[in-house]
């Protein structure tokens, strides 16, 4: 299996982030376009003082941030999800969490395991997918009130129809943006502790 090789711009966030952890020597210029190994960013830490154990604990972190993905409905966050490769198999000790409705699958892999998770806001999705349906019986009532020669009376009834599918819709899609950020920040806090080995301590910082 060939090793994990890591960008420009992914070496620039680990050596960033092993960094705060050991104040380093002057730093020689790194930069290859096929990228580096871990053992390979080792070395190079190496060199300018970054011990090896950083330097790893910064590389996990790297791909932790990897993964991370959302769906969306009318151009707005109605969920998100996240996977990260643990190249481990955890213990029961730390299979043992909680974090509300989250939905989790672990999976087996080839060095390990691999956590994927994933949930979505119900209740915003059903006060939009409500929003448009009373939009759409609104639509139905004007076109036959058209055909029918009764529109003028159905206006109110229509006018009132609108105004609530839009309420709902607006009050949905407001409630999004705000949750998909928690749920992210929830999930990369996950995904960042089960993917450090138990007794590493507070996993770096990689920025951004």
């Known amino acids: ?80 999800a996240r996977t990260v490769n643990l190249n481990r198999r955890l213990t029961d000790e730390e299979w043992q969490w909680t974090n509300g409705n989250l939905q989790v699958l672990l999976e087996p892999t080839d060095t390990g395991h691999r956590l994927r998770f994933g949930t979505v806001h119900g209740a915003a999705r059903a006060a939009i997918g409500a929003g448009f349906g009373v939009l759409g019986v609104a639509a139905i009532v004007a076109v036959s009130g058209a055909i029918w020669g009764t529109l003028g009376d159905a206006m109110s009834g229509i006018a009132l129809m609108v105004a609530a599918g839009v309420g709902m819709i607006v009050s949905g899609a407001l409630r999004l943006p705000r949750w998909a950020r928690l749920r992210q920040r929830q999930m990369e806090a996950l995904a960042t502790k089960v993917a450090l080995p138990p007794g590493s301590g507070t996993p770096p910082s990689t920025g951004g």
Request: proline share 5%; aromatic share 2%.
């Open 1 to 80: 299996m060939a090793d994990r090789r890591y960008n420009d711009k992914e070496i620039a966030a680990i050596f960033r982030a092993a960094a705060e952890q050991e104040p380093p020597s002057p730093q020689r210029e790194v930069a290859r376009d096929e990228g580096l190994t871990l053992a390979e960013l080792q070395a190079i830490g190496g060199e300018v003082g970054i011990s090896s154990d950083a330097v790893a604990e910064a590389a996990r972190a790297v791909d932790v941030h990897l993964g991370a993905a959302s769906r969306t409905l009318l151009g707005l966050p109605i969920g998100v």
